[in-house]
């Protein structure tokens, strides 16, 4: 007989599990609605992948795993999508969170699926791919996606595969009849996993001797493979994944560390099958064997359910008398939670559903004082301190509770079971590690936070930084300019600009030289024959502005420009009046100030009008650029005043002869250019920012000036 070694501390309830071991395992239907959590398994919770209305097959992915430590859910019947929406889940707090509602058509309509014949053929990415897909998670109570725990690196070598049958918590037989009756698919699906982590020294099936028949059954289906079925005596929590590989090996799975880091992998022989059901049959983790059991109960048994199924559809079909049920639990009397409801969905890690009177399993009594017995330590698994942890945790001392290593606590109750004065230790330590969990994940985000506004504030410091050094350099290059114009020595700024624009086309006619011949046979040849029109056209710019300077800034007045005057302050007139008109009706305390403006506008509005009228009787012969601007009406509304505007532009621009509408851009450009020069030298003056881009923007126009006075050169050399 193989030896195997004793864990430390443990306890000996009631077993309580032949009630739910006299019939077979059996269908439980389809229920008239099923419910799918999206996070049925520890990680990232699935995301929807179908839309209310939509149809779908048995098996059918309903929700896509997001992340590396997620897994999909898939529908365990045909029907149609009702509801994606919150509802109540298992959780010991209660909570509610997404599912998927589907509405059963009782076809039980299968997607298309199929196996792999030889698994062996297969590489391990590729089988490790398809458990992922098939939405496996360990069933024994943990949830861990099964892809991620057989993700085992090349380099590391696993020397023992361990398959967990224990099932040692009182009431649970879901996996002792699974090994009873389906031990042939246990086996296989074993294969299966030797393959893909190829266990150098052996792979073992261990199972508490409180189970012969379960034992009897794997042995025959083992017979001839390299599978080791390990009998042991029963104790709770003998289950635990590090209690059963201390059971099984000897060897401890050091504090916060995993079984990988000392050669071993564990799997529970529920998750086993449905890797075997997965690789060679091609079906997705849409069922699971589910005991439902305890005297509120007429019929205690093990069902296989259909994921979704609501907990009164099962218990509806067993008898259940809620009057005589003390309190409904998911999962077993030691490690499992209270549900709220009756309409808690079964999901991947529901084993049980335990339905007790109260002669069963009386409710609490009150927690009395600790008498500091020692009792919880002696019965302590992972040999921890319970009673030092409890004074910890109600004193909320986080850092103690990790020094004593409360993350390494297993929640398995055998601390409360033995506690004379009833202290409910498991919830203390519960509700302290979801608050410690909490709090590192604050501190992460604080971290966070903290380096973004570090590392923004250090942005602006240099941002601020290099915009003074620039307006200090852009103040002192003004400076030293007024300085050079006023001892004569520095050339006028006009003609420094388009001296410039000069230079940036030379430079691309230069440019294209190198990148094509012809090209630059055409484009360099007109700057060097010696015409010496664009220098014309510069020094017209520059008499021309200097002729301005001279007469005091100002040029005679056109009936263009004023024409656009008396549009531009009719346009305020009527935004003035509109004003007015508001606030009369709202009896605003303004009333005086918008009056005001509006007569200073409407004196303005006449002033230009005169000077409009008094200039066409002066000037019969000059006729407006654009006449069908004349007939614009504005309307107060800018959006259309704007597009009457411009379309009064185009008629006016269609009407034009060519030698008009060069006249027109020349002078438009020029007094675009003013303007732009005059924001520069403000700009200038106040160290603004803007400065660099004004000064770029005016290079610009003087180039473009300089290519409409020289178009309207040829073409008067033309005609």
């Known amino acids: 007989m193989r030896k195997t070694w004793n864990i430390h501390g443990g306890i000996h309830p009631a077993e309580n599990k032949q009630q739910s071991t006299q019939q077979p395992i059996t269908s439980a239907g389809i229920p008239e609605l099923l419910v799918f959590p999206l996070s049925q398994h520890i990680g990232t919770?699935?995301?929807?992948?179908?839309?209310?209305?939509?149809?779908?097959?048995?098996?059918?992915?309903?929700?896509?795993?997001?992340?590396?430590?997620?897994?999909?859910?898939?529908?365990?019947?045909?029907?149609?999508?009702?509801?994606?929406?919150?509802?109540?889940?298992p959780h010991p707090s209660g909570m509610s969170a997404r599912c998927i509602v589907i509405r059963p058509d009782g076809r039980d309509?299968?997607?298309?699926?199929?196996?792999?014949?030889?698994?062996?053929?297969?590489?391990?990415?590729?089988?490790?791919?398809?458990?992922?897909?098939?939405?496996?998670?360990?069933?024994?109570?943990?949830?861990?996606?099964?892809?991620?725990?057989?993700?085992?690196?090349?380099?590391?070598?696993?020397?023992?595969?361990?398959?967990?049958?224990?099932?040692?918590?009182?009431?649970?037989?879901?996996?002792?009849?699974?090994?009873?009756?389906?031990?042939?698919?246990?086996?296989?699906?074993?294969?299966?996993?030797?393959?893909?982590?190829?266990?150098?020294?052996?792979?073992?099936?261990?199972?508490?001797?409180?189970?012969?028949?379960?034992?009897?059954?794997?042995?025959?289906?083992?017979?001839g493979s390299n599978i080791e079925i390990v009998s042991f005596p029963t104790k709770y929590p003998s289950g635990g994944e590090k209690q059963l590989i201390q059971i099984l090996t000897g060897k401890e799975v050091p504090s916060g560390g995993l079984p990988a880091s000392i050669g071993i992998v564990c799997q529970n022989v529920g998750t086993t099958v449905a890797v075997y059901r997965a690789v060679t049959l091609g079906e997705?983790?849409?069922?699971?064997?589910?005991?439902?059991?305890?005297?509120?109960c007429q019929q205690q048994r093990n069902f296989e359910v259909l994921l979704g199924t609501p907990v009164k559809y099962l218990l509806d079909q067993c008898g259940y008398n809620a009057q005589q049920c003390s309190r409904l639990i998911m999962g077993g009397p030691m490690m499992g939670f209270t549900l709220g409801c009756e309409d808690i969905?079964?999901?991947?890690?529901?084993?049980?559903?335990?339905?007790?009177?109260?002669?069963?399993?009386?409710?609490?009594?009150?927690?009395?004082?600790?008498?500091?017995?020692?009792?919880?330590?002696?019965?302590?698994?992972?040999?921890?301190?319970?009673?030092?942890?409890?004074?910890?945790?109600?004193a909320k001392e986080y850092d103690q509770l990790e020094e004593h290593?409360?993350?390494?606590?297993?929640?398995?109750?055998?601390?409360?079971?033995?506690?004379?004065?009833?202290?409910?230790?498991?919830?203390?330590?519960?509700?302290?590690?979801?608050e410690i969990r909490e709090l590192k994940q604050d501190a992460i985000k604080a971290e966070h936070s903290k380096a973004r506004f570090e590392a923004r504030q250090e942005r602006i410091e240099r941002q601020e930084a290099e915009k003074e050094a620039k307006r200090i350099a852009r103040k002192a290059a003004a400076e030293a300019r007024a300085a050079g114009g006023a001892s004569g020595d520095k050339t006028d700024a006009i003609q420094a600009a388009i001296e410039r624009a000069k230079a940036k086309k030379a430079g691309n006619a230069v440019a294209s030289t190198s990148t094509n011949n012809m090209a630059t046979k055409t484009s360099v040849e007109p700057l060097n024959s010696g015409s010496d029109k664009p220098l014309d056209a510069a020094q017209a710019a520059i008499e021309k502005a200097k002729n301005k300077r001279a007469g005091g800034g100002a040029e005679a007045p056109t009936r263009e420009s004023l024409?656009?005057?008396?549009?531009?302050?009719?346009?305020?007139?009527?935004?003035?009046?509109?004003?007015?008109?508001?606030?009369?009706?709202?009896?605003?305390?303004?009333?005086?100030?918008?009056?005001?403006?509006?007569?200073?506008?409407?004196?303005?509005?006449?002033?230009?009008?005169?000077?409009?009228?008094?200039?066409?009787?002066?000037?019969?012969?000059?006729?407006s650029a654009a006449p069908a601007a004349e007939k614009?009406?504005?309307?107060?509304?800018?959006?259309?005043?704007?597009?009457?505007?411009?379309?009064?532009?185009?008629?006016?621009?269609?009407?034009?002869?060519?030698?008009?509408?060069?006249?027109?851009?020349?002078?438009?450009?020029?007094?675009?250019?003013?303007?732009?020069?005059?924001?520069?030298?403000?700009?200038?003056?106040?160290?603004?920012?803007?400065?660099?881009?004004?000064?770029?923007?005016?290079?610009?126009?003087?180039?473009?000036?300089?290519?409409?006075?020289?178009?309207?050169?040829?073409?008067?050399?033309?005609?």
């Not at 849409?286 to 005297?295: A, E, H, K, L």
């Not at 200038?684 to 178009?711: P, R, V």
């Open 563 to 623: 024409e656009q005057a008396l549009a531009s302050i009719e346009k305020r007139l009527n935004g003035a009046k509109e004003k007015l008109q508001q606030a009369e009706q709202q009896g605003s305390d303004k009333l005086d100030a918008f009056r005001i403006g509006v007569e200073k506008t409407e004196a303005k509005y006449q002033q230009a009008k005169t000077a409009l009228d008094e200039f066409i009787q002066a000037n019969p012969a000059q006729q």
């Open 345 to 394: 969905p079964v999901v991947k890690t529901t084993n049980c559903i335990l339905a007790p009177t109260a002669t069963e399993i009386s409710p609490p009594s009150p927690a009395q004082a600790c008498i500091r017995c020692g009792l919880c330590a002696e019965a302590c698994p992972v040999s921890l301190l319970p009673q030092q942890m409890y004074w910890f945790a109600r």
């Open 632 to 719: 614009v009406k504005l309307t107060g509304d800018a959006a259309q005043d704007a597009i009457a505007r411009a379309l009064a532009k185009r008629e006016a621009a269609s009407t034009m002869t060519d030698e008009e509408r060069l006249k027109n851009a020349i002078s438009s450009i020029g007094k675009r250019l003013d303007k732009a020069r005059e924001k520069l030298a403000l700009a200038e003056n106040e160290g603004s920012d803007t400065a660099t881009i004004l000064a770029e923007s005016i290079s610009k126009l003087e180039g473009k000036l300089i290519d409409a006075q020289q178009a309207f050169d040829e073409y008067q050399q033309q005609n």
């Open 45 to 89: 919770p699935a995301t929807p992948v179908v839309t209310v209305g939509q149809r779908v097959l048995k098996g059918e992915t309903i929700a896509s795993g997001k992340g590396f430590v997620s897994v999909p859910v898939h529908a365990s019947t045909s029907g149609e999508v009702i509801a994606i929406e919150s509802r109540p889940v």
């Open 284 to 296: 997705p983790l849409i069922t699971r064997i589910t005991t439902i059991t305890g005297s509120a």
């Open 405 to 434: 290593k409360l993350m390494d606590c297993i929640e398995c109750g055998a601390c409360s079971y033995v506690c004379p004065s009833n202290i409910p230790l498991v919830q203390y330590y519960r509700a302290s590690k979801a």
């Open 109 to 223: 309509e299968w997607i298309k699926h199929r196996g792999i014949a030889d698994f062996r053929s297969s590489d391990k990415a590729e089988l490790l791919s398809l458990i992922r897909e098939s939405g496996i998670a360990g069933m024994g109570g943990a949830g861990f996606p099964t892809a991620v725990k057989l993700s085992v690196r090349d380099d590391q070598n696993i020397e023992t595969l361990i398959i967990n049958g224990t099932e040692c918590e009182p009431y649970i037989t879901a996996d002792d009849m699974l090994m009873r009756e389906r031990a042939d698919e246990i086996i296989a699906g074993t294969a299966i996993l030797q393959h893909l982590i190829n266990p150098s020294v052996q792979t073992l099936i261990g199972v508490e001797d409180n189970k012969p028949e379960a034992i009897a059954a794997l042995q025959r289906a083992a017979q």
